[in-house]
């Protein structure tokens, strides 16, 4: 089965500072990749996709990632972090070609300080 | 259009009991699907429905655990025999057909815990 890992279990950012957190899939064709948030007892919200074309997505709340072939990674930016950003963020990719259901990664939790 | 919605959001229940969750789906959604999210995870998947059809189980879908989506609308998770184990976040997504994974839309879970 195909999976994503997400090295990072927790990142602090400062408000106001860029932010990146990583996201590296395992071997595939080129996969369909998503990032989800998902703000503590909430469900999830979906940020952003990659399916073909542009190697750059961008999302909605300001985020944007990138689809790195040759590094096996969709990292998700953002250039300045808001408060309201902290939450559990998750990468995630089809189980398998062509799977109705998705394999989640671990998840990376953000927190803001002032 | 409400979204996904979830009953209850919380759920306490002691061992040995059964307990049964509901999920409406976004109307005219044909596609729903059931994860489950345990403490510092990402959910993992249980089950899918295209219309009233069960389609696909997991693994983790034991004998206690049941699906069902009779008319094809709302979809309930039954839990026979709970165990400390299956305290988790349990949520619904649903998605039109001809969209699949790019349609998903998540509810806000149902979370349960197991005393």
Request: hydrophobic residues 30%; aromatic residues 12%.
């Amino acid at each position: 089965a195909q999976s994503v890992t997400q090295p990072d279990i927790h990142i602090t950012v400062s408000e106001g500072a860029s932010l990146e957190l990583r996201c590296n899939y395992s071997y595939g064709a080129t996969p369909y990749l998503f990032w989800y948030v998902q703000s503590p007892g909430q469900g999830l919200q979906l940020l952003l996709k990659y399916f073909s074309g542009d190697t750059l997505v961008q999302g909605i709340k300001g985020f944007e990632a990138e689809f790195k072939r040759s590094q096996s990674s969709f990292n998700l930016r953002k250039p300045s972090v808001h408060w309201s950003d902290a939450a559990e963020y998750f990468c995630a990719r089809p189980h398998q070609t062509g799977a109705n259901n998705l394999f989640f990664g671990t998840g990376t939790r953000l927190t803001v300080i002032p | 259009d409400t979204g996904v919605s979830q009953d209850p959001r919380h759920k306490i229940t002691k061992r040995g009991q059964n307990v049964t969750f509901r999920c409406d789906p976004i109307s005219e959604h044909n596609r729903l699907y059931w994860y489950r999210q345990t403490l510092g995870q990402g959910p993992e998947f249980l089950t899918y429905f295209q219309n009233e059809a069960q389609l696909e189980k997991s693994r983790l879908l034991s004998d206690r655990f049941s699906a069902e989506r009779p008319k094809g609308s709302f979809s309930t998770l039954e839990i026979q025999r709970t165990e400390q184990g299956d305290s988790a976040m349990y949520l619904c997504a649903s998605s039109p057909s001809g969209t699949g994974l790019r349609g998903y839309t998540f509810g806000s879970g149902t979370r349960l815990t197991v005393v």
